[in-house]
Protein backbone atom coordinates (compact mmCIF):
# COMPACT_ATOMS: atom_id res chain seq x y z
CA UNK A 1 0.00 0.00 0.00
CA UNK A 2 1.28 3.52 -1.11
CA UNK A 3 -0.17 7.22 -0.04
CA UNK A 4 0.43 10.07 1.62
CA UNK A 5 0.93 10.27 5.95
CA UNK A 6 0.93 13.35 8.16
CA UNK A 7 3.43 13.16 11.11
CA UNK A 8 3.62 16.12 13.65
CA UNK A 9 6.71 16.88 15.67
CA UNK A 10 7.18 19.22 18.49
CA UNK A 11 10.74 20.47 19.37
CA UNK A 12 12.21 21.81 22.17
CA UNK A 13 15.42 21.95 24.10
CA UNK A 14 14.36 18.25 25.36
CA UNK A 15 13.76 16.78 22.09
CA UNK A 16 11.90 15.78 19.62
CA UNK A 17 8.46 15.03 20.80
CA UNK A 18 5.53 13.07 18.00
CA UNK A 19 2.55 14.47 18.11
CA UNK A 20 0.53 12.61 15.46
CA UNK A 21 1.33 10.42 12.83
CA UNK A 22 -1.54 9.13 10.57
CA UNK A 23 -2.43 7.98 6.81
CA UNK A 24 -3.27 11.08 5.71
CA UNK A 25 -1.85 13.84 3.69
CA UNK A 26 -0.89 17.67 5.58
CA UNK A 27 -3.75 19.73 5.56
CA UNK A 28 -4.84 23.33 5.65
CA UNK A 29 -1.99 25.98 5.14
CA UNK A 30 1.14 23.96 5.59
CA UNK A 31 0.85 22.50 2.23
CA UNK A 32 1.49 25.79 0.94
CA UNK A 33 4.81 24.78 1.86
CA UNK A 34 4.99 22.00 -0.81
CA UNK A 35 4.76 24.51 -3.91
CA UNK A 36 8.06 26.62 -2.98
CA UNK A 37 9.90 23.39 -1.91
CA UNK A 38 8.69 20.82 -4.27
CA UNK A 39 7.13 22.71 -7.32
CA UNK A 40 4.15 21.20 -7.14
CA UNK A 41 1.16 21.09 -5.01
CA UNK A 42 0.35 18.65 -2.57
CA UNK A 43 -2.58 17.62 -4.82
CA UNK A 44 -0.22 17.35 -7.92
CA UNK A 45 2.11 15.46 -5.36
CA UNK A 46 -0.62 13.01 -4.48
CA UNK A 47 -1.97 12.34 -7.75
CA UNK A 48 0.85 12.10 -9.91
CA UNK A 49 1.75 8.37 -8.92
CA UNK A 50 -2.24 7.44 -9.78
CA UNK A 51 -1.94 9.10 -13.09
CA UNK A 52 1.29 7.32 -13.78
CA UNK A 53 3.31 10.24 -13.80
CA UNK A 54 6.43 10.69 -12.34
CA UNK A 55 7.23 12.58 -9.45
CA UNK A 56 11.18 12.89 -9.92
CA UNK A 57 11.13 14.96 -12.59
CA UNK A 58 9.33 18.53 -11.01
CA UNK A 59 11.25 17.66 -7.71
CA UNK A 60 14.74 17.84 -9.66
CA UNK A 61 13.77 21.46 -10.67
CA UNK A 62 12.72 22.28 -7.59
CA UNK A 63 15.46 21.05 -5.43
CA UNK A 64 17.53 23.68 -7.20
CA UNK A 65 15.14 26.73 -5.62
CA UNK A 66 16.63 26.26 -1.82
CA UNK A 67 14.46 25.47 1.20
CA UNK A 68 11.20 26.23 2.46
CA UNK A 69 9.29 25.60 5.74
CA UNK A 70 6.72 26.54 7.59
CA UNK A 71 5.61 26.57 11.38
CA UNK A 72 2.68 26.22 12.83
CA UNK A 73 2.40 28.84 15.89
CA UNK A 74 1.97 26.87 18.31
CA UNK A 75 -0.55 27.60 21.40
CA UNK A 76 1.33 28.48 24.78
CA UNK A 77 -1.47 28.30 27.12
CA UNK A 78 -5.23 27.50 27.58
CA UNK A 79 -7.45 31.35 27.69
CA UNK A 80 -9.10 33.09 25.62
CA UNK A 81 -7.30 34.87 22.65
CA UNK A 82 -7.75 38.59 22.06
CA UNK A 83 -5.15 39.50 19.53
CA UNK A 84 -1.47 40.03 18.98
CA UNK A 85 1.44 42.50 18.39
CA UNK A 86 4.14 42.17 16.53
CA UNK A 87 2.30 41.25 12.99
CA UNK A 88 4.52 43.62 11.38
CA UNK A 89 8.11 42.97 12.56
CA UNK A 90 7.31 39.03 11.88
CA UNK A 91 6.61 39.73 8.70
CA UNK A 92 9.58 41.64 7.87
CA UNK A 93 11.87 39.26 9.27
CA UNK A 94 13.78 38.48 6.49
CA UNK A 95 12.98 35.03 4.74
CA UNK A 96 9.26 35.08 5.85
CA UNK A 97 7.28 34.70 2.93
CA UNK A 98 3.67 35.40 4.91
CA UNK A 99 2.32 34.79 8.50
CA UNK A 100 -1.59 33.54 8.30
CA UNK A 101 -2.74 33.94 11.57
CA UNK A 102 -6.43 31.65 12.00
CA UNK A 103 -7.01 32.15 15.84
CA UNK A 104 -9.94 34.56 15.68
CA UNK A 105 -10.39 37.11 18.93
CA UNK A 106 -12.74 35.59 21.29
CA UNK A 107 -11.58 32.01 20.72
CA UNK A 108 -11.00 29.71 23.34
CA UNK A 109 -7.55 28.06 22.73
CA UNK A 110 -5.42 25.26 24.40
CA UNK A 111 -2.37 23.15 23.90
CA UNK A 112 -2.19 19.95 23.21
CA UNK A 113 -3.45 17.80 23.54
CA UNK A 114 -6.39 19.85 24.57
CA UNK A 115 -6.35 21.95 21.73
CA UNK A 116 -6.36 20.70 18.00
CA UNK A 117 -5.54 23.80 16.09
CA UNK A 118 -2.71 26.51 16.48
CA UNK A 119 -2.50 30.38 16.35
CA UNK A 120 -1.68 30.48 12.86
CA UNK A 121 1.19 29.80 10.67
CA UNK A 122 4.33 31.57 9.51
CA UNK A 123 6.10 30.56 6.44
CA UNK A 124 9.57 31.27 5.25
CA UNK A 125 11.89 30.74 2.25
CA UNK A 126 15.73 30.43 2.06
CA UNK A 127 18.83 29.26 0.90
CA UNK A 128 19.30 26.58 3.31
CA UNK A 129 17.13 24.70 5.68
CA UNK A 130 19.12 26.50 8.63
CA UNK A 131 18.31 29.78 7.55
CA UNK A 132 14.40 29.18 7.19
CA UNK A 133 14.50 28.22 10.37
CA UNK A 134 16.40 30.84 12.20
CA UNK A 135 13.42 33.13 9.94
CA UNK A 136 10.51 31.13 11.72
CA UNK A 137 11.84 31.31 15.01
CA UNK A 138 12.80 35.66 14.93
CA UNK A 139 9.23 35.96 13.03
CA UNK A 140 7.42 33.50 15.81
CA UNK A 141 9.72 35.48 18.99
CA UNK A 142 8.30 39.37 17.17
CA UNK A 143 4.81 37.83 17.53
CA UNK A 144 3.08 38.72 21.21
CA UNK A 145 0.00 37.12 21.40
CA UNK A 146 -2.61 38.20 24.33
CA UNK A 147 -4.17 34.78 25.78
CA UNK A 148 -5.99 35.94 28.79
CA UNK A 149 -7.68 33.18 31.17
CA UNK A 150 -10.92 31.98 30.58
CA UNK A 151 -12.16 32.84 33.93
CA UNK A 152 -10.65 35.95 35.40
CA UNK A 153 -10.28 35.59 38.73
CA UNK A 154 -12.89 37.42 41.26
CA UNK A 155 -11.61 40.37 43.58
CA UNK A 156 -13.22 40.52 47.03
CA UNK A 157 -14.20 44.02 47.43
CA UNK A 158 -12.23 45.53 50.43
CA UNK A 159 -14.83 45.58 52.73
CA UNK A 160 -15.83 42.01 52.69
CA UNK A 161 -12.42 40.87 52.66
CA UNK A 162 -11.34 39.12 56.15
Same mark, same amino acid.
Given at each position: ?????H *????????? #???????? +?? $???????????????????? #????? *? +???? /??????????? *?????M #????????Y??????? /???????? !?G? !? $? !?????? $???????? !?????? $?? *????????????????? +?????? #?CP????????? /?? /??
Amino acid at each position: MAGPIH *AEVRVNEHG #IWLLEIAA +RS $IGGLCGRVLTHSLGMSLEEL #ILRPL *A +RKPV /AEPLALASEGG *AAGVMM #IPIPRRGIYHGLEGMA /AAQSVSGV !TGV !T $I !TAEPGQ $IVAPPPDG !TSYLGF $IF *ARASIPADVETALRIAH +RSLNFD #ICPEYPAAQVPE /AE /AP
